[in-house]
């Protein structure tokens, strides 16, 4: 189980626990251009300190990077390159449909208290992270920069959000590659239970030069049901009903096509050289950052 | 057909209720459950579960069917159905089993029996009962003598019923039939089965008391298995000893012996004390009568005494009695006087009263004495007071025991105070005295008597409550007072006060244990102790305490001035035969009789139910491995 507040008024998470995230950094693996300041090293050259190659000259490239020294030898002009460490772009889409609080609504909580875990990750490392609520379309977004003493503001945010509305994956997508054209690490935490399907949404994504780190979260009873006997199931988003009688056979077979499917979104995230993580909301927040996410080397 | 433990309507009553809250429990069990899903596809993909495309109430009829079957056989187990009437069913029997004193009597010999007792031979009679009784019913011992004790529990093990009959002894008291009879029979009410036989064990000897009011219990199946006990026995029915009035170092002892047999007999009745003879009787004992012989024992020290009767016969325990004669003591009295003629009359009529008359002058008290017994001072007073209990007659003016506030002639309004036991039985208000003082009394005297004037006799107690000290204010034995009756009872009061031990009407005997009676004499507390000091629990009725003891032991009953020892070692004997009634059966029951029998169905019943609910479980259970399978999903959209 999570760590549940014990009252809507407690804070997501503790001050105990937000001093052991303060030595964990996020991590990609795509090179993105961006301003000095960043700590992940870029293959893009800029006004760094360390360097990183030689070229050709070009007319009108700066005279100050030339290499005067090889001129002099070789009578030809090489312009040294330096490496820049570039702040990137990261944006986490949370995900706030009504399927994220079916059921006793802790996957809701589990997904709010790990955007808020890594944003103060973000934060503590001086990145900038833009937390963008969706449901079927973008909501009002979140910046989350400039040190962990703003960390308040996002952890209000998150506190505010109330789930509702259909899980449009594609809309989404479309929308936030038209809003945030510059590429980036994207962070999805999501249940990814779409029924049009999401993965051709996160090839867009991908398609776009973006990075994807997908979390997906999901309750004990989405993949493994405990009910048995006739049921009259109710879809939390579309509403829809479906009168079943469910056996063990039956709740096998769900199981197997729960995890197909979750194998699928992670052929997703990892064809893209993304990074995938699966968390069931049973596991404690602490284990899900410090072992799943250390482990899938989406944080270190 | 019919049910043991329930009846026909509290099963169906049963039954009904536990069929409704099975069906209650099946339908709630098979409603439909509403659950919100975080999604429904994974639902909907082929062979994933089945969809319930119409609603009944009850879907599996045959596990309902299943279920009411499996707990209507439960519930018969439980009621313990049964084929057949109520002839073929369970019954409790109890055996009571004669354990007097009586039953100890030797069987005369023979080359089968040697050594043989009565209650051997009714131990074998109630093994081959025990035998002829069917083996599904259930036994309960009863052991009978004075009291009627249940050795065992309902018995179906016939090794613990024949165990707790072959450990059965003859105790030391006479059968109380009526009591052992009502007892089992409300033992047998109460067993919840039905009621088999009431088998009486046993020679039916009875005591005269019991036969008279005898009062049997409405049994309807009561069996006796008769002891014959035709033997011949003759015994101690008591033996009594009591002080002389005449003499105080002697005791006159009287023994009873009693003909139990059918011919006369010639006995010999031998008295020992502290292995002395003291003398030997022949008493000729018709049958059926008892008679006394006397004996006197002079003896004032503590002993054993002992009677024998000969010639031994086949209930030995009868033959032989032992008492414990207390030694006898008297007070000694001393008194100080000038005029001891006066006093020597009222002090030499008890021979418990060993009294030493000293003249005043010179005073001499007896040096170095613990305890001197009483010390009378007649018209004198010592020089230093005198140890122990005192009786002051008329202490001088100059320097009294007591402040005098005057001396009064003739005295009026003379009052005994009536709660003293010094003053017990003193009620004379006309007593004329001559003159008495009138003492001022302190915050601890007692007042004892009193004119008009103030107390005129009064008691003090030393701090220790050890030593008594009566003064008088005037002379008893001084004019013609001295002739009252109250002056001897006075006197007495106070020598009874200094030692009440000495003057207890002592009695000492020997009778049976069991339930004793005592005349009582008076109203007086009683109190009943063993020698141990524990306190018995008796009854006080009709002039009498009766008290029960079971067991031989030594018991004394104190009744204000007098005591009775009673040394309870002889046993209890009977009286009178007994005659059963004539409906009741004789003899050990046939044993074609005890195979007519039916078997306990409820095992089979217990089982086949047990084995009915599992099988619907492994059919029909939520987690049986036999559950319907899925067949084609149908997805229902809402509006």
Excluded at chain 1, 21 to 42: C, D, K, P, T, Y
Excluded at chain 2, 259 to 278: C, E, I, S, W
Aim: aromatic fraction near 8%.
């Amino acid at each position: 189980m999570p760590n549940l507040p014990n009252s809507p008024n407690e804070p997501l998470l503790d001050r105990e626990f937000l001093e052991r995230l303060e030595r964990l950094a996020i991590h990609w693996q795509r090179s993105f251009a961006g301003l000095v300041g960043g700590h992940n090293r870029s293959r893009f050259a800029g006004g760094g300190q360390e360097f990183l190659d030689h070229r050709h000259f070009h007319q009108g490239d700066d005279l100050r990077a030339v290499n005067w020294r090889a001129y002099m030898r070789l009578d030809k002009m090489f312009l040294k390159m330096f490496q820049i460490e570039p702040r990137v772009p990261v944006r986490m889409l949370l995900d706030t449909s009504a399927s994220m609080a079916a059921g006793t609504g802790e996957k809701f909580l589990f997904a709010r208290q790990l955007a808020a875990a890594l944003c103060y990750v973000g934060l503590v490392r001086l990145d900038t992270i833009q937390v963008l609520p969706f449901a079927s379309q973008l909501r009002e977004g979140q910046v989350s920069g400039g040190g962990r003493h703003r960390y308040r503001l996002v952890a209000e945010f998150l506190e505010a959000l109330k789930p509702g509305g259909a899980t449009g994956f594609l809309s989404v997508v479309r929308q936030y590659l038209n809003e945030y054209p510059q590429r980036g690490l994207v962070i999805v935490i999501s249940d990814f239970l779409d029924e049009s399907g999401c993965e051709k949404a996160l090839q867009y994504l991908a398609d776009y030069g973006n990075e994807l780190m997908l979390i997906q979260l999901w309750t004990d009873d989405d993949r493994a049901p405990s009910w048995s006997g006739e049921l009259d199931l109710t879809d939390a988003e579309s509403g829809g009903h479906l009168r079943i009688q469910v056996d063990d056979e039956a709740r096998r077979r769900y199981t197997e096509a729960f995890d197909a499917f979750s194998a699928g979104i992670k052929e997703v995230a990892l064809r893209n050289e993304g990074k995938y993580t699966g968390l069931p909301t049973s596991m404690p927040l602490e284990e899900a950052i410090f072992g799943s996410m250390v482990r899938a080397r989406s944080i270190a | 057909m019919e049910f043991l433990n329930l009846s026909f309507g509290q099963f169906v009553t049963l039954f009904g209720a536990v069929a409704a809250f099975s069906v209650a429990l099946y339908l709630l069990d098979r409603t439909r459950r509403k659950q919100v899903v975080s999604t429904l596809r994974f639902w909907v993909q082929p062979g994933t579960a089945a969809p319930v495309t119409r609603r009944t109430r009850i879907q599996q009829p045959v596990s309902l069917l299943l279920q009411l079957i499996g707990m209507a056989l439960l519930l018969l187990a439980l009621a313990e159905f049964q084929f057949g009437g109520r002839q073929n069913a369970r019954r409790d029997h109890v055996l009571v089993l004669d354990t007097s004193a009586w039953m100890g009597a030797a069987l005369p010999r023979s080359p089968n029996r040697a050594d043989a007792t009565l209650m051997d031979l009714a131990r074998a009679n109630a093994i081959g009962w025990l035998r002829a009784v069917p083996a599904s019913d259930r036994v309960l011992v009863v052991r009978a003598d004075a009291l009627a004790t249940p050795v065992t529990a309902w018995e179906v093990d016939r090794r613990n019923v024949a165990r707790a009959i072959l450990e059965s002894h003859p105790g030391a008291t006479a059968l109380n039939l009526s009591q052992s009879l009502q007892f089992a029979s409300q033992l047998q009410r109460r067993s919840g089965s039905l009621p088999g036989e009431i088998v009486y064990v046993g020679p039916g000897r009875i005591s005269a008391h019991e036969a008279n009011n005898m009062s049997l219990p409405d049994i309807p199946a009561f069996r006796v298995l008769a002891i014959d006990d035709n033997v011949e026995n003759s015994g101690l029915r008591s033996v009594n000893a009591r002080r002389s009035a005449d003499d105080t170092g002697t005791w006159d002892v009287v023994v009873r012996a009693r003909n139990y047999g059918r011919r006369a007999k010639d006995v010999n009745v031998t008295l020992n004390f502290a292995n002395v003879p003291q003398g030997a009787r022949e008493l000729n004992l018709p049958p059926g009568e008892e008679r006394e012989t006397t004996f006197t024992v002079h003896t004032r020290a503590a002993g054993i005494l002992e009677a024998r009767l000969y010639p031994k016969d086949a209930f030995g325990a009868d033959n032989y009695a032992a008492l414990e004669l207390p030694e006898l003591r008297s007070l000694h009295v001393t008194v100080y006087s000038n005029q001891p003629d006066i006093l020597r009359p009222a002090l030499t009529s008890d021979p418990r009263v060993v009294a030493e008359f000293r003249p005043n002058a010179p005073y001499m008290p007896r040096p170095g004495e613990e305890n001197p017994g009483l010390i009378i001072l007649h018209n004198f007073r010592p020089p230093a007071m005198p140890p122990g209990d005192v009786l002051w007659i008329n202490p001088p003016v100059d320097n009294p025991p007591v402040p005098i506030r005057m001396r009064v002639n003739h005295p009026e309004g003379l009052k005994w105070m009536p709660d003293q036991p010094l003053t017990l039985g003193l009620r004379a208000r006309d007593v004329q005295i001559e003159t008495t003082s009138i003492f001022e009394p302190g915050p601890n005297d007692i007042r004892l008597a009193e004119v008009d004037k103030g107390p005129i006799m009064l008691a003090r107690v030393s701090a220790d409550g050890k030593n008594k000290t009566v003064i008088m204010g005037f002379d008893p034995f001084e004019g013609a007072m001295r002739y009252e009756l109250a002056t001897p009872l006075l006197l007495a009061n106070v020598l009874r006060s200094a030692a009440p031990d000495v003057f207890r009407d002592l009695d000492v005997g020997t009778q049976s244990a069991g339930a004793v009676s005592m005349p009582l004499t008076s109203k007086l507390p009683v109190q009943v102790v063993t020698d141990s000091g524990a306190n018995l629990p008796f009854n006080v009725r009709d002039k009498a305490v009766e008290f029960f003891v079971g067991e031989s032991s030594r018991v004394s009953v104190i009744a204000g001035n007098s005591e009775r020892v009673f040394s309870l070692t002889l046993p209890e004997m009977w009286d009178v035969k007994w005659t059963p009634p004539a409906s009741a059966r004789r003899g050990i029951p046939a044993w074609n009789d005890a195979l007519r029998r039916n078997r306990d169905w409820w095992p089979f019943l217990a089982t086949l139910g047990a084995l009915v609910l599992i099988a619907e479980w492994i059919a029909y259970g939520r987690y049986s491995p036999l559950r319907l399978r899925v067949v084609k999903p149908r997805l229902e959209r809402a509006a």
